[in-house]
């Protein structure tokens, strides 16, 4: 499994909590990856993807709005992917749901940009943007670059999906490839911005912690040979330390935490090169080395608990 088809998996496990929000999601996954057909008058659905949890979150959905849809699933060989295929064939309700979903406007015409009704509201914006992700979506590993995109059938669109970036304080790039309009981030911060407010927290803070990673292993390679080895300890510390944060964030949530280890919490993620007695020296009031080790320690005992 890709990268992004990982997130993918994980942002269509997770359920839009209100039901505007579930629209917002429904009207941009249909917006990139739907395609309507016309025949005998009768209008008819039809959505391609390649991620199975993808397909069974728009069949769910769908459902819930009484609608009555089939997922048929494609091997390519040549290609080597599997491609899943919704469709919901005619019936009364489907008219009904796409004018809700502001996909057709004035009868049957068709909108090509974004509702405004889901830009207007911040947490419909949200999910918007994750639908947007999950239907014509790509990132790259951190690994090789930080690079997050989409590629999109029209110019409306990706002028709308600029405009709402560009409130979240995202710059978002669009040029021409072939027949598509390609909209891209490239930057670090970008990218990270873009996963938080979808609310993909995990790739978050895996993005956050190869950063930190190849820049205190850049450091490391300037460092003299006896520094090595101590340096490599506190990555290795950091790493773990950061990762036990992102599971905790993940799966108890940061806000729960008690206000010291909240404090432990952000000197490390903001001090990731920092060694326990620099992480002391930095909190307010100052604290021992030990009082660090031990609230470190209280981090890791907590994100044991959701790692079993």
Request: contains cysteine.
């Given at each position: 499994?890709?990268?992004?088809?990982?997130?993918k998996?994980?942002?269509?496990k997770?359920?839009?909590?209100k039901?505007?929000?579930q629209k917002a999601?429904?009207?941009?996954?249909?917006?990139?990856?739907?395609?309507l057909?016309i025949?005998?008058?009768?209008?008819?659905?039809e959505?391609h993807t390649?991620?199975?949890s993808?397909?069974?979150?728009?069949?769910?959905?769908l459902?819930?709005?009484?609608?009555?849809?089939n997922?048929s699933i494609r091997r390519s060989?040549?290609?080597?992917h599997?491609?899943?295929?919704?469709?919901?064939?005619?019936q009364p309700?489907?008219?009904?749901?796409?004018?809700d979903?502001g996909?057709?406007?004035?009868?049957s015409?068709?909108?090509?940009?974004?509702?405004?009704?889901?830009i207007?509201?911040?947490?419909?914006?949200k999910s918007?943007l994750?639908?947007?992700?999950?239907?014509?979506g790509?990132?790259?590993?951190p690994?090789?670059?930080?690079?997050?995109g989409?590629?999109?059938?029209n110019?409306?669109?990706a002028?709308d999906?600029?405009?709402?970036?560009?409130s979240?304080?995202?710059?978002a790039?669009?040029?021409?490839k072939k027949?598509?309009?390609?909209?891209?981030?490239q930057?670090f911060d970008?990218v990270?911005d873009?996963?938080?407010?979808?609310?993909?927290?995990?790739?978050l803070?895996?993005y956050?912690?190869?950063?930190?990673?190849?820049e205190?292993?850049?450091?490391?390679?300037?460092?003299?040979?006896?520094?090595?080895a101590?340096?490599?300890?506190?990555?290795k510390?950091?790493?773990r330390?950061?990762?036990?944060i992102a599971v905790?964030?993940?799966?108890?949530?940061l806000e729960?935490?008690s206000?010291?280890?909240?404090?432990?919490v952000?000197l490390?993620?903001?001090?990731p090169?920092?060694?326990?007695e620099?992480?002391a020296g930095?909190a307010?009031?100052?604290?021992s080395?030990?009082?660090v080790?031990?609230?470190?320690?209280r981090?890791?005992?907590?994100?044991?608990?959701y790692k079993?």
């Amino acid at each position: 499994m890709s990268f992004t088809s990982e997130i993918k998996t994980q942002l269509a496990k997770n359920s839009q909590s209100k039901k505007c929000c579930q629209k917002a999601l429904l009207s941009a996954l249909l917006k990139v990856d739907g395609s309507l057909h016309i025949e005998n008058k009768k209008l008819s659905l039809e959505s391609h993807t390649e991620n199975s949890s993808v397909a069974r979150m728009l069949k769910k959905i769908l459902t819930e709005y009484g609608l009555s849809a089939n997922v048929s699933i494609r091997r390519s060989v040549l290609q080597g992917h599997t491609n899943y295929a919704v469709v919901v064939a005619s019936q009364p309700k489907l008219e009904l749901l796409l004018s809700d979903l502001g996909l057709l406007v004035s009868g049957s015409k068709y909108n090509y940009g974004i509702p405004e009704k889901f830009i207007n509201s911040k947490c419909c914006a949200k999910s918007y943007l994750t639908g947007i992700f999950l239907g014509a979506g790509y990132l790259s590993h951190p690994k090789q670059s930080y690079h997050l995109g989409f590629d999109l059938a029209n110019a409306e669109l990706a002028t709308d999906i600029v405009g709402v970036l560009s409130s979240y304080q995202i710059k978002a790039h669009v040029s021409q490839k072939k027949n598509n309009i390609v909209l891209s981030l490239q930057t670090f911060d970008d990218v990270c911005d873009f996963l938080a407010l979808i609310g993909a927290s995990g790739p978050l803070f895996y993005y956050q912690d190869i950063k930190i990673i190849k820049e205190i292993k850049n450091k490391v390679n300037r460092l003299i040979n006896f520094e090595t080895a101590n340096v490599e300890k506190v990555i290795k510390s950091a790493r773990r330390q950061i990762n036990n944060i992102a599971v905790i964030d993940e799966n108890y949530g940061l806000e729960k935490l008690s206000p010291a280890l909240k404090e432990i919490v952000c000197l490390r993620v903001d001090n990731p090169e920092a060694s326990l007695e620099e992480l002391a020296g930095l909190a307010n009031p100052k604290l021992s080395k030990s009082a660090v080790n031990h609230r470190l320690r209280r981090i890791s005992e907590l994100a044991k608990i959701y790692k079993t």
